[in-house]
């Protein structure tokens, strides 16, 4: 590790989280920032390895298929190479580094049978069997990799209640457990627990629930004001009262005007402040979905999502890259939120809670150099 390495690395050697004052302003925005990349490896001056080096990106997302150029020459070529770059990601880390996929098993999944990697089956199907056993199997074939191959955080399981089977980007590609929370809530326990054993870091995702929509929110807004049911929480309230240690929560960019009459859940202080972590005691770590998605960028600036974002509750704001292309997007992104907190629209003590959080996060979840 670079000379960086010292003062929180040694925090984490003796056990105890680097006190808030020990890191900038820009290095505590920058553990707050997930970004993707491309490349199979990791270039000297390219503009991952500055994010990493100079402005304490704090995680990466790697994908398979690129989006823009339609090519499956992303970040995934093999479990020699995937293991070779994401330990060339952790020397160049400034902080002990969140390196994140979605392998959720069945239609959502990263590492491939053509690259030769295992598959699992999907939630959907893990459901209609409904046992406790095959459903830990199967995320073992999942998380064992993962963790072998240096790849720390995964984008999964997802507990969206089925409640429409229609649903182009949940129910139709069989993402979700079943239409009933406690048969959703069973696999997802078993699925994160089998990842906790390898130390792999989980998500439960989209809060506060996707599975009523009729529309993609990848391409554009998806209002769930009609179809949402109070249900659609109850695999959260139940996951989160746990002793699930690594696992955090990620938000859906949906419309509910029965919870939020203005802003996407995303955006949103009543959905995230209000029901997830005063309402349900929530103090771990929220992970917004892709920025970048049209749910949100169709809609909002990149300075007016942000600055929403974190003062909605999202620690982690996450660039996937890949539906859009910014290599300056750390960059951008770390100037625009310090603009804002000199401003005042963002609060320090916001800053510093995030921060707070993914620190504790990392050291209890064992991250390393």
Known sequence: MKHSFSLFSLFLICGVAAPLHAQSLDDKIGQMLMVGFR???IKDGSAI???????????????EYDGLLKTHDRNIDGKRQLKRLTKALRQKAKTPLLIAIDQEGGEVRRLKKDRKFKEALSHAQLGRIDSDRRTRREAKKIARPLSKLGVNVNFAPVVDVNLNSENPI????????????AKVVKHARAFIEVHEKRRVITAIKHFPGHGSAHNDSHHGMADVTGAWQEIELVPYRELLRGDLSC??????????????????????????????RKQMGYDGVVVSDDMQMKAIAG??????????AINAGV??????NNLNYDPAVTQKTIA???KLVASKKIPRSRIDESYRRIMALKKRCGVRP
């Open 299 to 308: 809609f909002f600036g990149l300075e007016e999502s942000i600055g929403r």
């Open 39 to 41: 490349g199979f490896s």
């Open 336 to 338: 625009i939120v310090k």
């Open 170 to 181: 949940i129910g139709r590609l069989g993402r979700s457990f079943s239409r009933n929370p």
């Open 247 to 276: 696992t955090m929560v990620m938000t859906a960019h949906i419309f509910n005007a029965k919870l939020d009459e203005k802003w996407p859940a995303t955006l949103s202080t009543k959905i995230i402040d209000g029901i997830l």
């Open 315 to 320: 620690d982690i704001v996450l660039f996937g």
């Open 49 to 63: 390895a500055e994010d990493l080096e100079k402005r304490n990106l704090g995680g990466v997302i790697l994908y």
